[in-house]
């Protein structure tokens, strides 16, 4: 999902790919990779312009990542 979102400049696709990612690296337990991933939703993430992804994916990608997000020491 990463690779197409880069190739064909979609940022949907790349928000999306990173929630999924963040999620897949969480459930596995790799951390770190997960917030790294989380991070670039929040990063990439703008409310006006892809606030609609929520009614596609029946959940707010940076709420999800949000929810994972934390202030480790």
């Known amino acids: 999902m990463l690779d197409t ?3 064909t400049r979609d940022p949907d696709l790349l928000i999306t790919g990173h929630a ?3 999620s897949c690296y969480f459930w596995m337990g790799e951390l ?3 917030l790294e991933h989380g991070d ?3 990063a990439l993430y703008d409310g006006e312009k892809h606030r609609h992804l929520a009614d596609l994916m029946n959940h707010d990608p940076k709420t ?3 929810a994972s997000q934390r ?3």
């Open 5 to 7: 979102a880069r190739v």
């Open 20 to 22: 999924a990612a963040s």
């Open 32 to 34: 770190f990779k997960a």
């Open 40 to 42: 670039e939703v929040l």
């Open 64 to 66: 999800s990542v949000g």
């Open 71 to 73: 202030d480790w020491p």
